[in-house]
């Protein structure tokens, strides 16, 4: 029998060059760790509750107080006054709201459904041939989500873009449909500029999805396929008795990850649409953004960042759950 | 026997090369291709033909004056933008390297006191979203005087927690009787990790490596906040400021989108396969 190698854990007591060599990497880690990530942690915590603005001078501590006072709770209470004489920055972050849960209900499933099948599909071709439609696939990954959109842009354009030219071509006259612009086009419901989003969302984020249900689905035993076939399943039953359960781990995890992501987009929202038409496509991070940085009324925009924090936190603690109960085969 | 193998190589061809599943494949991943190649038509259209309504396809004459207006316009430095995007994603990607192998390290290898209030301390900053962090961030640089210099988008990053914890599962599988030669060998700590440890992490360091570079050169929001300034932009953020500024003239844009997007995006698609690796193995996203 094979000698089996200690990969683990010493337990024996530590020499003084170790305890050194700890303490020289362990405390510069602690301190830096607390100054730029527990200290800044805290000072959003604490801006959440304050009319804070980087433009009023403040009080000594943090420029907290005086001119930018303690509103304790009311930034929270603001949020949930939902008549239709709320302030501003009431509004459009209810509005946004809905934008960012609408965003992640379409872009999630919609995901998944385009996503498990093309993996399979990808599977199922030749060995030599899976990297080439791989690599399409994952293409838009790899490269900057502003070019992305730059690219997504022109396509929408609507004069110069291909999408009106193709319905143009098959309409037979001159289509001028303003897809990111228009705030009286819906579809179902939905405004056409956030299914035009979406789309160049999916087309950019189905890469990561693709990938991993790839490498899931290599991971499924030969035997079981074997087994399946030999008991004379067809592909149709494969796919639903055999792979799909197969799979359900790795469906719920990646479904909880495009999830978190899609409550956190921005860079193609703000560069495509900059929340417009309307404020039909102003994303939760969006809203903050504008608020903090461009209307520098940090206080408010830190208790929403708090809000979607929460959110997010919920999500993260249920794909930890999922986590954990991995299935054994 | 000659006749059968012949026979049979052309059941294996066409049992193997022509599937069902190519007659969707072949139209999706060509309809996939269709924003990129979008692009780079409009960035060889003339001013005149990109204006026309209804679009043409392919241009009817290539040109190479979109680019030469681009890269000699004085108000876009390409080169100095490409200076900035890479000081920045290699510094972050030298950095994270080197903290998170050695904490992975550390923390798969050794014993001590509060190891496991520390570990599960960093864990939770891992499901910390960046925006939370955002505004203090910027608030913190502006006190430090570091808003329109690089070093601020460096200096606050250079922890990872993914890489901890990466590069601990990964340490993990290092045998302990490497590191215990070099010690009775009469190496130190420090060179037992540099020079025993270190060159075992290949493999992660190359996958984490290209993972932290990828979200470094295409990060947006962060360096969006921090860098206002012409001079110290990255490429992301100058290509929506020149997209903006260029407005109907798209051939223009479409060539600057083209010099910014293509170049790196062509040699991370040669080393894809040790990024969809780190995907695969940690479901991270940017």
Known sequence: ?329 | MTVHTQRLSWKIFWREWIRPAYVILIPLSLLALVPFVWMILGAFKTGAEIRQIPPTFFPKQFTLENFRTVLTDPDLPLLLFYRNSAIIALANVVQVLFTSSLFGYIFAKFEFRWKGVLFWFIMALMMIPSQLTMIPGYLMLARLGLINNLLGLILPAAIDPFGIFLFRQFAHSIPNDLMDAARVDGANEFQIYWRIVLPQMKPALATFGLLTFMFNWNAYLWPLIVLTEQRVRTLPIILTWYSTRMGNKLHLTMAAAVLVVLPVLLVLMFVQRWIVKGITMSGLRS
Do not use: C
């Open chain 1, 1 to 329: 029998m094979p000698l089996r190698r200690y990969t683990g854990i010493r337990k024996r007591r530590l020499d003084a060059s170790q305890r050194a060599f700890l303490r020289y990497t362990l405390l510069p880690m602690v301190l830096y760790m607390g100054f730029w990530t527990l200290f800044p942690l805290l000072w959003g915590f604490a801006l959440a509750f304050f009319e804070y603005s980087p433009r009023r001078a403040g009080g000594t501590f943090l420029g907290l107080g005086g001119e930018n006072p303690f509103v304790g709770l009311a930034h929270f209470r603001a949020m949930l006054d939902f008549s239709p004489d709320a302030p501003l920055h009431v509004r459009t972050f209810h509005l946004s709201f809905k934008v960012t849960l609408l965003f992640v209900a379409l872009v999630v499933p919609m995901n998944l459904l385009i996503t498990l099948p093309l993996a399979v599909l990808i599977e199922s071709v030749h060995r030599r041939m899976r990297p080439l439609f791989r690599t399409i696939f994952f293409l838009p990954v790899l490269a900057p989500s502003v070019g992305v959109a730059i690219m997504w842009g022109y396509l929408y354009h609507p004069q110069r873009g291909l999408l009106n030219a193709i319905l143009g071509k098959i309409l037979g006259r001159t289509v001028v449909i303003n897809w990111l612009g228009d705030p009286k086009l819906t579809f179902w419901g939905i405004p056409v500029a956030l299914l035009a989003v979406i789309f160049a969302y999916l087309w950019q984020d189905l890469g990561y999805n693709l990938v991993i249900f790839i490498a899931a689905l290599q991971n499924i035993p030969d035997a079981i396929k074997d087994a399946a076939r030999i008991d004379g399943a067809n592909p149709f039953q494969m796919f639903f008795r055999v792979t799909l359960p197969m799979l359900m781990p790795t469906i719920q995890l990646t479904a909880i990850l495009t999830m978190i992501s899609a409550f956190q987009v921005f860079d193609l929202v703000q560069v495509m649409t900059d929340g417009g038409p309307k404020y039909q496509t102003q994303v939760l991070l969006l809203h903050i953004y504008n608020y903090a940085f461009r209307f520098q009324r940090m206080g408010w925009a830190a208790a929403v960042s708090l809000v979607m924090f929460l959110v997010i936190l919920s999500l993260s603690l249920l794909q930890a759950r999922f986590l954990r109960t991995r299935w054994e085969y």
